[in-house]
């Protein structure tokens, strides 16, 4: 199978963060399958047998809430998060670094923070293993609490291999 990483401007060699980010989105794109997988599984089993199962719902939320979560990474990474296109598209190429310098700096004190007080939740969840408190009573919230963090941490590093790239750009 061939990587096709995209290169972050000026031509430079993705990262060691960019590959790693890329491979986990990759994976994790497979998450949404498996979730409407069983979705599909959940509707065929309550349709066709009246037997609707108790966990199907817990596990796609969890599915689709960590996919979700690796997903922002992986969008910083190949830079396709939200911006304003038709102002920054406008701006010259100097403009435009300033304010990538800018905007990447504060998304990186919101990740911190975001990295922080959701570790402080999964830490909180983890010791008192909580449960979703339904039919099949899985630690559904300690599981989702675990995969904001872990996808907050990686933005977070892919928020700095972008803004220390695009800061040594001339």
């Known amino acids: 199978m061939v990587e096709i990483v995209p290169k972050p401007r000026g031509g430079a ?3 060691p963060v960019d590959r790693l980010t890329r491979r986990l989105g990759e994976a994790a794109c497979w998450l949404f399958l498996v979730a ?8 065929f089993m309550d349709s066709v047998f009246r037997a609707p199962s108790v966990w199907v719902h817990d596990s796609t939320i969890m599915l689709c809430s960590t996919a979700f979560m690796l997903g922002g990474a992986y969008a910083m ?3 396709e998060h939200v911006r304003i296109t038709v102002v920054y598209d406008h701006m010259s190429p100097r403009m435009q670094r300033w304010c990538d ?3 990447l ?8 923070a975001l990295a922080w007080f959701t570790g402080l939740q999964a830490t909180e969840s983890i010791s008192i293993v909580e449960r979703s408190g339904r039919a099949w009573d899985f630690p559904m919230p300690m599981v989702i ?16 291999a972008n803004l220390y790239t695009r800061a040594r750009e001339r």
Request: charged share 10%; no cysteine; aromatic share 12%.
């Open 13 to 15: 060699e993705p990262t």
């Open 36 to 43: 409407a997988a069983i979705s599909v599984y959940e509707v």
């Open 77 to 79: 990474q190949r830079r």
């Open 101 to 103: 310098l800018v905007t």
């Open 105 to 112: 700096s504060l998304a990186l004190l919101y990740v911190w």
């Open 145 to 160: 609490r675990t995969a904001f963090f872990a996808g907050a941490i990686l933005l977070a590093i892919q928020t700095v």
